[in-house]
Every structure is written in structure tokens, then in C-alpha cells.
């Protein structure tokens, strides 16, 4: 069989993001959240204040497995939920001041892995990737697929 780039594509795409996620999880041992926890939390930090349904869209899971997440950040003080005050169903999550340092130091390890994964490619490379891979996330969700809102 062949091997053309076209037939690599999705297999490159999603083994370079589970590499990514690999190598972050297995340095964030130890700094307190999990990877979904992680990723709830940056989500809030882009855009906090959303309902927890809005927030479960985002990132793409279902109601009940954020709500999961966010109870177990709401326990160690991470998060707060308040009152949506237009729906009285609906519960707003908003970051707490005790989670900063905590963002912090995942944000530089983020930063990490990032230069990890681009070590050998150049700024130029690295603004075309990241140009190409945007116009792929928009061709998709143009079409209908799901959208993280970024």
C-alpha cells in the first residue's frame, strides 16, 4: 500500500496531540490537577463566568462528567459555582484566587512541553503550522462538525 501523506494525516495529527497530552500528564504528576481537570480549568481561564452546560459544550463532554470535574476542583477550592442570575436552573463556574499559582505553574509547563514539541522547527515553520492547522479546525466546524468556540 502507498503510504502518502494524505493516508498519514489523521494518524500524525492525533498521535502528535495524545504525545502532547502524554508528556504534559506525566510532568504535571504531583502539581495537583488531572489532565480534565487541567483542561477544565483553561477553559474558565479563557472565558469564565460561562454555565456549566456552556462549559461542558466546550469542551466537548457530557453535563455530567463536568459536573464531576467541577465538584472535585470546588472541593479543593479551585472553583466556585454561583447562581445564574437569568435561569435559577443554571450554575455559573468562576476560577477562585487560591487556584492562581496552581494555573501558574501548569502554564509553564505548558510551555515546556510546547518548545519539547517544536525543538528543530523554526518560528516560520511554527507560525505556518499553526496557520494550517487553524484553517483545518475552520474547514471542519464550517461543515458542521463540533466547535471548542476558539
Known amino acids: 500500500m502507498k503510504n502518502t501523506s494524505n493516508s498519514r494525516f489523521g494518524f500524525l495529527v492525533h ?16 502539581l495537583g490537577p488531572t489532565l ?5 480549568l483553561a477553559h474558565l ?10 462549559l461542558a459544550q466546550l469542551m466537548n463532554i457530557t453535563p455530567i462528567t463536568l459536573a464531576r470535574h467541577v465538584d472535585r476542583l470546588e472541593s479543593k477550592d479551585w472553583v466556585i459555582r454561583k447562581d445564574d442570575p437569568k435561569d435559577r436552573r443554571a450554575k ?20 515546556k512541553v ?9 518560528a516560520e515553520e511554527e507560525a505556518q503550522l499553526i496557520d494550517v492547522l487553524t484553517r483545518i479546525r475552520e474547514n ?6 463540533p466547535s471548542d468556540g476558539r
Open 114 to 122: 510546547r518548545k519539547q514539541a517544536l525543538t528543530g522547527i523554526s
Open 45 to 54: 481561564q479563557r472565558g469564565e463566568g460561562v454555565t456549566q452546560t456552556t
Open 140 to 145: 471542519l466546524t464550517e461543515s458542521g462538525g
Open 36 to 40: 480534565a481537570q487541567w483542561s477544565v
Open 15 to 30: 498521535d502528535v496531540a495524545r504525545l502532547m497530552r502524554w508528556n504534559f500528564d506525566r510532568r504535571s504528576q504531583g
Open 92 to 111: 455559573r463556574v468562576y476560577l477562585t484566587d487560591k487556584v492562581a499559582p496552581v494555573l501558574s505553574s501548569l502554564q509553564k509547563l505548558g510551555r
